[in-house]
């Protein structure tokens, strides 16, 4: 025997999925037990029962691998058939097409047609993209379960304001305009007739319902799902009165049927009240005691439409007069289905446990429930939901995935307590495609093991589907009978018989059901409410159109087989840090669920882009920032002299030599270790920004932006060019000697140009520059000339020196970055504009100092969030390579923040191999930024794009949700002081500046929230 | 429609054949259930594949439908199907036990979708309809509307009857096109007397004598559809709003954007049959 057990960090697949992969190891030949799961608290033990020692340290995060075989062969081919399915391409976006949208709300923007939204993604992951799928107007039917009521509460409440309807969370089945999602049976619905809606609360519960309806050939136009939890007391019915509403408004619906478990009382005369206004008639079926069954309540409905009650259909085995005496277990996939077995179940033997009991007294204790394989053993009757959310976190639903049923019916063989099971198999689309290929064969093996203990046991299977489901309802009854099991179409018949097989009580088992007192079922009545507003958009119940599914590709796969578009997205969670683990998740859906954040995050955007930068003036930093000596601003967030790195500490050094503080470098040093008479601040408490190291001291001359509708300032130095620089930390001679020249001849002359040109129109030169291959960080080439252009003419006509006139077109004209000091102090005007906004999650600055990349946001302010800085990605100048680059260091990255510079890569083809990528990649790094921006600036737009605009305004819960980090062009600095520039590439902040944002913005999110 | 010279037809299954699910209006229901029948494509369109069955009674045609076309009554929508390249007219199609074979498809029809007109409430909004309508192009003189819509009000028994069929017979094929504008107006008021409760005057006034010699087959088809309550999506969208009391404005919007001008005209038969038929006192 070979065992193999590993673990990958941060590698997610749906259930589903792992399913199939599991299901590709177990079958090479030689393996003996395959499990590829992710590494939950349940599967962890799963892994432990199966005799594996579980691996250290691994999380919910984590990919688990555990496989046992003969020998080191068959588990290694069994891994590589782990790895060939793993790897297979997920999704069937083919060369060519567009990148898969990544969110609902991408989706939803690139398909205003689709009216639905389906969604199977991890319950904490739901709000975000339910929220996506609301704010764009379209109905969400969330499968998912494991979804916190807060959240299924903020959803429905922003539901009803947007006019959509929440099927769910926990929505297991829904039938729209003939089209099902979820678990849904393939239902036969003549046009002639009546036609019978249902709203549920319980999908099980609906499925045996339409099921009987269709046996009965009674027409089901709609079935809504609206979720278990609907109709308690906290969500108040919200969903199931906007289905109703909507039903009622189906001219192809002439009765609803609501059914649920008993709901809140309060609930139950908000639901009634609205059904008595309705100009449809109104059902009201519960589940539970003291109500009459499933099946009671469909013979009553059928009644009311004056359509015959079928002998419903059961299928029984050969030998009948097997007859036990015991205990009764029953292992359910259905939830409603279980709880209506144990009330009619608990009316012949009394009370039933249960982790759904009817009542707290019968709950399973905990040693039993928390358990991956619950025993059972010693509490007598006892019925086990294994579809409720303990059995199901990191696994397939148990109408999937039937592994943890059948080992629970092979234990209740061998328990000598057992004279009954009883078992529920739901058929119709997304369900198992043959059930009864793995249930028949146990089935006939608990039989076998428990006749070789002397003992006989009963097996009874509630079968819920129709003639038309694919699986092929008879074959699958013929399967089961044979294998010895007797197989109802009614549940409650189902459960009847399975009582009356335990030998303890006297009743045959009644296979329709009928001759039962049956009160009928609740009549709607109820006092007269404002008769409903125009209600939400139906159109979807008469033909659905494409629906957008992101989680599980089996309901996409099921939703395909039946002739529909679907629209994929291709979502993944976001892996964090184990630190940040369980605290980000948390903050994040906290921020998600603040009302504010949508009217915040719209106000700042709208803020950033009205900005129209001018600049009005160059001036000396003294004067313009009010810098006294020995006052100096850097690029980034704080940082102390101590901690700087290489290119800060050359570029610190040399302003101290250019102000005439030092005479050389160890002077410097020695005066900035001190710190004496020095301080230090970041550029941008000043409203100012500086490229790379951006040391700014009094002597040097500043750009001076406004924005002329607020009043609002910004400034930046002027840029040196390329190769020594300060600004890349080289303070040789000939930096210092450039900087005085810049400050004696460059500044004054650019002010007098700048003064007499009047205020330039900076914004309207980006908007351009745009369009002509500069992204704005990288590449200034078009901008650069364009200012030349707007100056020029005031440059010469300023009566200085002709030789420096020359000089200073010689120098702009020379420096194709000369303008990206220009782009920098705009940005910083657009961030400053949309910052301090309560509630808004969009991020207002981005920039580093070479050890520490900070970011600021609108809604915690001037508040910095930081990480450790990268370093970049891309191509080093000749004689430089990896080791000789600092970590990524600059204001510069303001470029990002207001929407150009790597956001807007595919604009600038011509550079895309400079930073080392190709077109196409540049092409969908810009696709990927729309999904964690939050609007499209018109003014940069992109022509390659067809004009789209600038994907501007960076959002912290978007960047956390998806992964994507904003793509920033930069250059790169050597690591040791003076050495100048070595490369240039593309970098990102660390994730770890958003998930600390997320945790300072969720701190700043009202309590009390309605 | 392109109508190209007939060529060598191609047998239905030739070119291998990739299977394909796809979704049937429930008035097709009848042809798709039955015995194989044989039929052609007569006509091919880039989201649609018009086929004609032989030797049946109604309905006579088929539209296999891509993602992106409208929704007619004698639909099979296709899944994930985004051009009808490669068909041609004069290719054999065979229909029948819920499948159709095409040249270089099977397809199985594994969902119905109903196309039945089913009663609404009092019908408002008519004039809106109208009006959107008439804004669009369209060839049907308003001198031959206001003949329609007085020989229906007056419309009580069967001379008047006989009155109304003349205004129809006088639209029947008028106008160029797949579906000529008068007949989509035609199909248009059937549907709107269906959905106003007057299902029975609309199927006797839907029998059109020579109806196959004077249009083409599909707009015989679909009126055929249109007198036994079929319509298309677009055109139940529209009605759902009307019954709900939502606003009109996009489903109407989207019933315009039908073909080139068989929206409006189909909207301006729907306001005038919803408009006659909600005043008619003779309710089924």
């Known amino acids: ?1010 | 429609m392109p109508v190209t010279a007939p060529l060598r037809a191609r047998p239905a299954g030739r070119l291998g054949s990739t299977r394909l699910v796809a979704a049937a209006a429930t008035g097709l229901a009848p042809l798709l259930d039955g015995a194989d029948r044989s039929g052609v494509v007569i006509g091919v369109l880039s989201q649609a594949v018009i086929i004609q069955i032989s030797g049946v009674r109604d309905p006579r045609v088929i539209c296999l439908l891509s993602a992106a076309a409208s929704g007619v009554p004698n639909g099979v929508r296709l899944g994930g199907i985004r051009s009808m390249d490669g068909h041609r007219p004069g290719d054999e199609v065979v229909v029948g036990g819920g499948r159709i074979r095409i040249v270089g498809w099977e397809l199985a029809i594994v969902r119905r979708w109903s196309s039945a007109v089913r009663p609404i409430d009092p019908p408002t909004g008519t004039t809106e309809l109208a009006d959107a309508a008439a804004a669009a192009r369209r060839g049907v003189t308003a001198s031959q509307l206001a003949a329609l819509t007085e020989a229906l009000e007056h419309c009580v028994d069967s001379t008047t009857e006989d009155v109304a069929r003349s205004a129809i017979d006088a639209l029947v094929g008028l106008g160029p096109g797949l579906t000529p504008a008068g007949d989509d107006v035609v199909a248009g008021m059937l549907t709107g007397l269906h959905a106003t409760g007057h299902a029975g005057l609309a199927g006797r006034l839907g029998r059109v004598e020579r109806l196959d010699e004077r249009t083409t087959a599909l707009s015989a088809d679909l009126i055929r559809l249109a007198a036994a309550g079929h319509a298309g999506v677009e055109v139940l969208h529209l009605l759902a709003a009307v019954h709900t009391r939502a606003p009109l404005r996009r489903p109407i919007e989207r019933l315009l954007s039908v073909g080139h001008t068989s929206g409006a005209d189909l909207a301006t038969g729907l306001a005038i049959g919803m408009r006659v038929g909600a005043t008619r006192r003779e309710v089924r």
């Open chain 1, 1 to 1010: 025997m070979t065992e193999h057990i590993s673990v990958r960090r941060g590698v997610y697949r749906d259930s589903v999925t792992l399913l199939r992969i599991s299901q590709a190891a177990a079958s090479v030949p030689g393996i003996t037990a395959a499990q590829v799961a992710m590494a939950t608290p349940l599967n962890s033990e799963l892994a432990a029962d199966l005799g594996f020692s579980s691996p250290d340290g691994a999380g919910p995060n984590d990919l688990m691998i555990t496989i046992r075989g003969q020998d080191d062969g068959a588990v290694a081919a069994a891994l590589a058939a782990v790895d060939a399915a793993m790897t297979a391409p997920a999704g069937s976006s083919s060369p060519g097409t567009s990148a898969a949208p990544r969110t609902v709300r991408a989706a939803a923007a690139a398909h205003p047609e689709a009216p639905i939204t389906l969604l199977s993604v991890p319950g904490a992951a739901v709000l975000g993209e339910a929220l996506d799928a609301v704010d764009a107007g379209r109905h969400v039917m969330i499968f998912s379960d494991n979804v916190p009521i807060e959240d299924e509460l903020t959803l429905k409440i922003a539901a009803a304001a947007a006019g959509v309807l929440v099927l769910g969370p926990d929505c297991g089945t829904a039938i729209i305009g003939g089209v099902g999602l979820g678990f849904a049976n393939v239902l036969h619905t003549p046009d002639a007739g009546p036609r019978v809606g249902v709203v549920a609360a319980s999908g099980t519960g609906a499925q045996q319902l339409t099921c009987l309806l269709d046996e009965a050939g009674v027409a089901v136009s709609q079935v809504l799902g609206v979720g278990g939890r609907d109709l308690s007391e906290r969500v108040g019915g919200r969903s199931a009165i906007t289905a109703l509403g909507m039903l009622d408004a189906d001219p192809g619906t002439d009765h609803i049927v609501l059914i649920s478990k008993p709901p809140h009382p309060a609930t139950a005369d908000r639901v009634r009240a609205l059904a008595g206004t309705l100009r449809t008639p109104v059902t009201m079926v519960f589940i539970g005691a003291d109500q009459p069954d499933i099946t009671d309540s469909v013979e009553q409905l059928l009644a009311e439409l004056g359509r015959p009650v079928p002998s419903w259909r059961c299928w029984q085995p050969a030998d009948t007069a097997r007859r036990g005496r015991g205990a009764l277990r029953g292992l359910f996939s259905g939830g409603t289905l279980a709880d209506e077995a144990m009330v009619v179940i608990s009316a012949d033997l009394g009370g039933i446990r249960s982790n759904i009991p009817l009542e707290p007294a019968l709950t399973l204790p905990e040693s039993v429930a928390g358990h991956a394989l619950p025993s059972l053993a010693g509490l007598g009757h006892a019925i086990v939901d294994l579809g409720d959310d303990e059995f199901t976190v990191g696994r397939p639903h148990p109408m999937i995935d039937p592994t943890l049923r059948l080992e629970l019916l092979a234990a209740q063989a061998a328990d000598p307590d057992v004279a009954v099971v009883l078992l529920d198999l739901v058929l119709g689309h997304a369900a198992d495609p043959d059930p009864a290929a793995s249930m028949a064969p146990a089935i006939s093996a608990a039989v076998d093991v428990a006749a070789a203990a002397g003992r006989e046991l009963s097996v009874v299977v509630s079968l819920c589907g129709t003639a038309d489901d694919p699986q092929d309802r008879e074959a699958q009854a013929a399967a089961l009978v044979a294998a010895g099991a007797w197989v109802f179409a009614s549940n409650a018949s189902a459960a009847r018989a399975a009582a009356s097989l335990t030998g303890t009580v006297p009743a045959q088992p009644s296979p329709t059901g009928a001759g039962r007192p049956a009160p009928g079922p609740a009549a709607s009545a109820g006092p007269d409410l404002p008769s409903a507003t125009p209600g939400p958009d139906t159109t979807m119940l008469t033909a659905p159109g494409p629906v957008i599914c992101a989680g599980i590709d089996l309901l996409a796969d099921a939703l395909r087989s039946q002739a529909v578009e679907v629209v994929a997205v291709d979502y993944h969670p976001t892996v964090f840090g184990t630190a940040d683990a369980a605290a980000v998740p948390a903050a994040l859906r906290s921020v998600i669920a603040d009302s504010r954040r949508g009217p915040a995050n719209t106000l700042a955007a709208e803020r950033m882009m009205a900005v129209r930068a001018q600049l009005i003036d160059v001036r000396p930093a003294h004067e313009a920032l009010g810098l006294r000596p020995g006052e100096f601003c850097h690029a980034g967030p704080p940082i102390a002299f101590a901690r700087a790195s290489g290119p800060l500490r050359g570029a610190l050094i040399g302003a101290l030599i250019f102000e005439g503080l030092a005479d050389d470098e160890a002077q410097a040093i020695a005066k900035l270790e001190s710190g004496e008479g020095i301080s230090l601040q970041p550029c941008h408490d000043r409203h100012a920004v500086g490229p790379m190291a951006g040391v700014i001291s009094p002597s040097m001359w500043l750009f001076e932006l406004t924005d002329p509708a607020t009043g609002a300032r910004s400034f930046c130095s002027l840029n040196e060019g390329l190769g020594k620089v300060l600004r890349y930390g080289a303070f040789s001679p000939e930096v210092i000697d450039r900087l005085r020249w810049m400050a004696e001849v460059l500044g004054p002359a650019l002010g007098i140009a700048v003064r007499a040109a009047g205020p330039i129109d900076i914004t309207a030169i980006i908007g351009q520059m745009v369009q002509m291959g500069d992204e704005g960080h990288n590449r200034n080439r078009a901008g650069t000339l364009m200012f030349l252009r707007e100056i020029l003419p005031a440059l010469i006509g300023s009566g200085l020196p002709a030789a420096d006139v020359a000089e200073v077109a010689r120098f702009v004209a020379g420096n194709d970055h000369f303008f990206l000091n220009l782009v920098m102090p705009t940005g910083k005007l657009m961030g400053d504009a949309a910052a301090g906004i309560p509630g808004s999650t969009v991020v207002t600055a981005m920039c580093r100092n070479g050890t520490d990349f900070g970011i600021r946001v609108s809604g915690t302010d001037d508040e910095w969030f930081t990480g450790p800085a990268l370093y970049p990605d891309g191509l080093f100048l000749p004689g430089f390579g990896p080791d000789d680059a600092n970590p990524d260091i600059g204001d510069s990255a303001i470029a990002e923040t207001m929407g150009i510079g790597g956001m807007v890569m595919a604009t600038a083809p011509a550079i895309v191999r400079f930073v080392g990528g190709s077109v196409p990649d540049a092409l969908a790094v810009t696709g990927r930024m729309y999904e964690i921006t939050e609007a499209e600036n018109s003014a940069f737009a992109v022509p390659i794009l067809e004009f789209r605009g600038a994907p501007t305004a960076v959002d912290v819960t978007r960047v956390l949700r998806t992964g994507i980090l904003p793509q920033i062009n930069t250059g790169m600095a050597g690591r040791v002081a003076g050495t100048g520039q070595v490369g240039a590439g593309l970098v990102t902040p660390p994730m770890d500046c958003f998930t600390a944002a997320i945790q300072g913005l969720a701190a700043r999110v009202p309590t009390a929230r309605s």
